[in-house]
């Protein structure tokens, strides 16, 4: 039996793929995909490239990592909006959804997707959720609550998380995506959560 690696190499591993994940995002965002090497990427983040092949043995697979890493938040708690009012747990799941589509980089790599999504249709697919799972999570969980509470009757969970997390994205994201000096001030992101917070209320919360 193949003995378990110890918390040192465990970590060394796992500074290393930090490392590749973060030149591998550098060099795909500066130069593209095609222009884009394995021994590139080892050499820029400082590793061997066995060791990067170990990890990662395509650049089909690098770039794939690399851009569901996008939306990883490895450190962050899990996501508890506050229960017995659906507006501001709306609100709370909105606000932490608008702030994933801020990240550095999220526009940028969502771009180089669509740019290969001839080469990856399978990541086309799954980019639509990258980094945004966590979200749906607490959102269905949120629903269940509320339902199971009889302050919400929400019959469908997908169809009511795409709706409000659409009318989020429709405004913060998608121009930015198409016109890359768009921008919104934080009064009016706020605006827009709490709009698409107010329509979901409105839909399919229950009047005691």
């Known amino acids: 039996m193949p003995r378990e690696p110890s918390a040192y190499h465990r970590q060394i591993a796992a500074d290393n793929r930090a490392a590749i994940l973060d030149a591998a995002t550098r060099l795909f965002l500066e130069h593209g995909y095609d222009r884009t090497s394995l021994a590139r990427v080892a050499d ?13 043995p395509t650049k089909a697979e690098l770039f794939e990592a ?9 450190d962050s708690e899990p996501l508890e ?14 606000t932490a959804y608008a702030e994933l ?3 550095p980089r999220i526009a940028d790599l969502i771009r180089a997707v669509i740019a290969e999504s001839a080469r990856f249709p399978e990541l086309r697919k799954r980019t ?40 989020i994205a429709t ?13 919104l001030t934080s009064e009016e992101t706020r605006h827009t959560i709490d709009e698409a917070a107010r329509t979901i209320v409105a839909r399919y919360s229950v009047t005691k």
């Open 44 to 56: 820029y983040a400082g590793v061997s490239k066995a060791t990067l092949f170990k990890q990662f």
């Open 128 to 167: 639509f959720d990258f980094g945004t799972m966590p979200v749906l999570a607490a959102l269905r969980r949120f629903f269940q609550a509320a339902n199971a509470a009889g302050t919400a009757n929400v019959n469908d969970l997908d169809v009511a998380a795409a709706q409000f997390l659409g009318m």
């Open 81 to 94: 909006p506050p229960s017995g009012d659906l507006h501001a747990g709306l609100v709370s799941l909105g």
């Open 101 to 103: 589509l801020s990240r």
């Open 66 to 74: 690399t851009v569901l890493a996008a939306g990883d938040s490895p």
């Open 171 to 183: 405004v913060v994201f998608w121009p930015r995506l198409v016109h890359g000096n768009w921008s």
